[in-house]
């Protein structure tokens, strides 16, 4: 059986991105709604990654709402927020982090959050998006057509060392 590979970063082509339309319409019909978060979200988004997640990631979604529009998509069960993407929180062109409750994970509710926050790249000008540190990277290859980075490509991770 083959290992998985290690996170890396990784390119998505955001010229030939296929519509959210249809991601985000098997979300819903799934009782899932997947939107760009409010500002006022933003303690309750903080509150469902630090206690699903990795806590780390909060920092970085703290950015994202410092922006305008917010740089966060949310999927909601109800009133329950089960999922977050944001872009633009560690570097201009960065996508992520992205993380999906364990208990909703493979309803297709991390693809249509990608692709929200992708589109919302491509809106802003962008041809590509980097995704740090993707994992597990068959995800954003089936999903978006992401590509890894050659491994002797510097990591923003390792920037300055």
Do not use: N
């Not at 589109?119 to 980097?130: C, D, L, N, P």
């Amino acid at each position: 059986m083959e290992q998985p590979r290690p996170p890396i970063d990784m390119i998505a082509p955001l010229l030939s991105l296929p519509p959210s339309g249809p991601f985000v319409d098997a979300a819903r019909r799934q009782g899932i709604t997947v939107r760009r978060a409010k500002v006022w979200e933003a303690p309750a988004v903080r509150r469902f990654i630090e206690e699903r997640l990795v806590p780390l990631w909060a920092e970085e979604a703290a950015v994202a709402f410092a922006h305008q529009p917010v740089s966060c998509f949310v999927a909601f069960d109800g009133m329950t927020i089960v999922g977050f993407a944001v872009y633009e929180c560690t570097y201009r062109g960065l996508f992520g982090p992205i993380g999906v409750d364990a208990a909703y994970r493979g309803r297709g509710i991390g693809a249509a959050l990608l692709m929200r926050c992708l589109e919302a790249m491509r809106e802003m000008g962008y041809i590509y998006a980097v995704i740090g540190q993707a994992g597990p990277c068959e995800f954003f290859e089936k999903v978006c057509g992401a590509i890894a980075v050659p491994e002797h490509w510097p990591s923003y991770l390792t920037e300055g060392d």
